[in-house]
DNA sequence: CGGGTGACTCGAC
DNA sequence: CGTCGAGCCACCC
């Protein structure tokens, strides 16, 4: 299986998420050109897993900063573990405060 | 080859 | 304001 420049851009970005921040992945694929592919982000981040460098998957969220993926984490609270690690406070698998440690993607290209 | 699914998002009621 | 449905693209069966 061989990555398209999509799931490589996605891998960079996400691997480019500053400690203590995090994104969404309509916010990653729109960085990409691509808005309606946000499905296709999740689906990279599942082959993230298996990526050689560690991707800080966790730090990728839907767009209401509720933790969808942490289902296809070794452990359903692992994603909240790493999150709070980095000093976020989640409820209801949901991140507090999102718009505050919210990242835009667009941020690198600027 | 064809159909179904999903770590999502937006628009309409 | 809250909930429901449709759309989109790539991968798996």
């Known amino acids: 299986m061989v990555q398209n420049d999509f799931y490589l851009a996605v891998f960079d970005l996400v691997r480019l998420i500053p400690n203590g921040k995090v994104t969404s992945y309509g916010a990653i694929a729109r960085c990409l050109g691509s808005p309606q592919a946000a499905r296709m982000v999740g689906y990279a981040m599942n082959a993230a897993h298996q990526h050689d460098p560690e991707i800080p998957a966790h730090r990728v969220v839907n767009r209401m900063g509720m933790l969808s993926g ?32 919210f990242w835009n993607p667009q941020s690198i290209v600027a």
Request: net charge negative.
């Open 70 to 101: 942490k289902n296809h984490f070794a452990h359903i609270t692992l994603m909240q573990e790493l999150l709070e690690h980095e000093g976020h406070t989640i409820v209801q698998d949901q991140i507090q405060n999102f718009d505050l440690v």
